[in-house]
């Protein structure tokens, strides 16, 4: 078995969607044991084209060899038979059922074994179960692979990290040979994809083949053997990951130079145009989301707010818009007291908010980017002084607002409805129609996840730039690399407190990390290979 | 004593099309199908399964034709919402309203028709046990059979790799797909199966119950069957209980009338007598199963949204796994 042979190779593969290419001609080889890093940007083709290797989307062309026989996949059943597994970015986990029965799921297994294949004995795996088996099963591979899991643990119950586990545990049940894991880290926090990185090692070192789809680059520095750059449902390149920079590979994959330093000037912080005291509100379950927090914002300062999803920046973004009722505490914007207030009471007093879930809080999906674009300014003259509105002069701002916040994709804005629009250009459609008012305060929450590299670059300039014209912005967000290049100082934020303030140049990755998963100070010990004796 | 024990007898014999129903109602809905023509079904199992008798002379023959009429109807609805992906509220309302019709149309020769239905099997000793006993134990052959199917209907459902399926599928037909469950075979499986629950449940009425047919004789159950599946919030053991309840008001206003002078009797206070006799008339009783619905579904919406009551995550939604 030379290093060269290949488990995979697809030839000329072509998949279309009505009239959308998302796959244009693609070749591509995968060989036994390495790590392939498959790189692009959103939109570019990489999960397409694993869900086509995975049997879920059917190839309108092309050739899929797989252990050296050519295969067609009707269902993903065919594929996991031929060994080939996949690790969803959105997991694949039903919450209500336990982690055993998920792993099962699909197996149909019997205290007697497997089904023969016979009518009697598919009906009796249909009508009977098995968990015994199965649990030693899962017990022997999770100890093998080091992936701790409790198989009686409801899935619903688990953290990001625990499901990701079993994900992957789904499929080793299944016997794979190659393992595909379509952007394993987009939702862990930093310490989790440390942990991600070294199963995806044991699982090499067990003899899997491993694709790792990912827009992040210096992933595919650390982990992929070799790499395949996707553009627009287009094959690139296939490279040596250590035969090249990660410079290169961006322009590769953005198609032009991307700039990785922001040019941040500095800006003289002026007084505090956000003061929020002692805030105490609840979530949606009316459980306590935020238990007394103080945050202020002066002119010219961005604040990171740090923190894993789900410790209250959600609630505080909200509160500091009006949009969440404030159980305690008081709210000020400009000194002039908003406590009580209705979101639009704060939309006129000049705080603008990019929310978290952009197709649902941020736009109208199913409106045209015209009206999106105008939905905070309609009132203010746009549309003449009566009671009607001016669709021409709507048109024109929107118009305006696509070609200076560079929102691709717009045929006509009265016509694309915002929901059509990809993640990124939305993003910039929203942050747009927010800063064009000029706002004193921009709460934004997660201004760039989901986002093209290339997109991610405008969205932080663009931030910058309000930073520059002396708005206030609060920032929050799990990426680490964001916090640290574009915030002035940064909060952390855990089980609905700040538990630690700092400045971007005070902290590092690892510390942000370790506060936001546990809340508390790294200890000396936990550092011990790279700290000095004492 | 003996107002108590007809109650009670009746309260048994009409739990029965409630409860076949409403089990393969939560059948279907557990795999993602919501199928509101059970009216229609069990209408169409009623009428088919007494021509059937009365043409074959045969009482099993005719529930064996009620309930494969069920079936045949929920299929339609299974190719409708599941190959073609339509509105499933629609296509069920659709159905009931299919049902009403044709059976009112093609049943004109069997109105006023009667056959000797299906009797009653006294089981010995433990039908002698006081009130309970003659309504648990001296009924027909197709009310012990919807008792039977409970434990198996949740065997089914809960304690075998298909029934774990099932709930997959019906929570979220992406991950069944994706882990090799066979989802729009698991979902035209558990219609079709529903729709036979329904018909045999029709067929019930018709063949064990009144002995003849009548136009729209089906007065509702249908929608009862649905509501109950939510009151159950989608489980077996609970379904029982929320039929029986239905039933024994049912039973009620079946008795409306001795009901009313027991009541009389007992109270014995002029000034209130109008009110009892307006809230005890026949007429006012038969809408208290509907009233009691809404009072139902008031009290359990109150207590949560359909997520949080345990309805299938996927329900009303159709799979197609090349849209995104």
Known sequence: ?534 | MTLVAGVLESTVRLATPLLLAAMGEIIAERSGVLNLGVEGMMLGGALTGFAAAVASGSLVVGFIAGTAIGAAMALLHAVLCVSFEADQVISGIMLTLLGVGLTTYFSQGWVGESIEGFRTITVPLLSEIPVVGAAFFSVTALDYLGLALVPFVWYLLFRTNVGREITAVGDDPETADTAGVPVYRIQYACVVLGGAFAGAGGAQLSLAFTNFWAPEMVAGRGWIAVALVIFAQWRIWRVLAGTYFFAAIDALSFRAAAVRDATLGVLDTPALESTVRFLLNPQVMNTYPYLLTIAVLWYVMRRGTLAELGAPSALLESYSRERD
Not at chain 1, 281 to 287: I, L
Not at chain 1, 483 to 503: A, K, N, P, Q
């Open chain 1, 1 to 534: 078995m030379s290093e060269a042979d290949p488990i995979l190779s697809v030839e000329n593969l072509t998949k279309r969607f009505d009239d959308v290419v998302a796959n244009d001609d693609i070749d591509l080889t995968v060989r036994r044991g390495e790590v392939h890093g498959l790189l692009g940007e959103n939109g570019a083709g990489k999960s397409t084209l694993m869900n086509v290797l995975y049997g879920l989307y059917s190839p309108t062309s092309g050739r899929i060899v797989f252990d050296g026989e050519e295969r067609s996949f009707e269902s993903p059943k065919d594929a996991i038979d031929a060994g080939i597994g996949m690790v969803h970015q959105h997991f694949m986990l039903v919450p209500r059922m336990s982690v055993l029965e998920n792993i099962v799921l699909g197996e149909r297994e019997t205290a007697s074994g497997g089904a023969d294949g016979g009518l009697l004995s598919g009906l009796k795996a249909m009508l009977s179960r098995s968990r015994e088996g199965p649990r030693s099963r899962i017990e022997r591979l999770s100890e093998e692979y080091g992936l701790a899991v409790d198989p009686d643990a409801k899935v619903w119950e688990l953290d990001i990290g625990e499901r990701q586990r079993v994900e992957i545990l789904k499929a080793l049940y299944r016997d794979v040979e190659l393992l595909i894991l379509d952007e394993p880290t987009a939702v862990l926090t930093p310490n989790e994809a440390e942990r991600m990185f070294e199963t995806i090692r044991t699982l090499v070192e067990e003899g899997l083949t491993v694709v790792f789809i990912t827009h992040k680059l210096w992933e595919i520095d650390r982990m992929a053997d070799r790499v395949t750059v996707l553009r627009d449902g287009r094959r690139i390149e296939t490279v040596d990951a250590d035969s090249v920079s990660e410079a290169d590979l961006a322009e590769k994959m953005v198609g032009r130079e991307v700039l990785f330093r922001l040019d941040k000037e500095p800006v003289s912080v002026g007084d505090p145009v956000l003061e929020a005291a002692d805030l105490s509100v609840s979530d949606d379950r009316g459980t306590t989301a935020l238990s007394g927090v103080d945050v202020t914002v002066r002119r010219g300062e961005i604040v990171g707010i740090a923190g894993v999803s789900g410790n209250g920046q959600r609630e505080l973004a909200e509160s500091l818009i009006g949009f969440r009722p404030l159980e305690d505490g008081e709210i000020a914007i400009d000194g002039r007291d908003l406590t009580g207030a209705k979101p639009r009471a704060f939309v006129d007093a000049g705080v603008s908010f990019v929310p978290e879930d952009r197709y649902r809080y941020g736009c109208a999906s199913g409106l045209s980017v015209m009206h999106n674009a105008g939905v905070k300014t309609y009132r203010d003259g746009l549309g003449g002084d009566g009671p009607f509105v001016d669709y021409d002069a709507m048109a024109e701002y929107a118009d305006d607002l696509v070609s200076v916040f560079d929102v691709r994709g717009v045929g006509d804005v009265r016509a694309t409805p915002a929901g059509e629009l990809s993640g990124g250009n939305l993003q910039k459609l929203i942050l747009g129609r927010e800063m064009r008012r000029s706002p004193e305060v921009l709460v934004a929450n997660q201004p760039t996840r989901g986002v093209d590299v290339g997109a991610i670059e405008n969205i932080r300039e663009l931030m910058l730039e309000q930073r520059t014209a002396g708005t206030g912005v609060l920032m929050i967000s799990e990426d680490l690399d964001e916090l640290l290049d574009v915030s002035d100082r940064i909060l952390v934020m855990y089980d609905g407190e700040f538990v630690h303030e700092t400045t971007p140049a005070e902290t590092d990755r690892w510390e942000l990390g370790m506060y936001m998963s546990t809340g508390t100070a790294p200890t000396t010990d936990e550092r011990a290979p790279t700290t000095e004796p004492t």
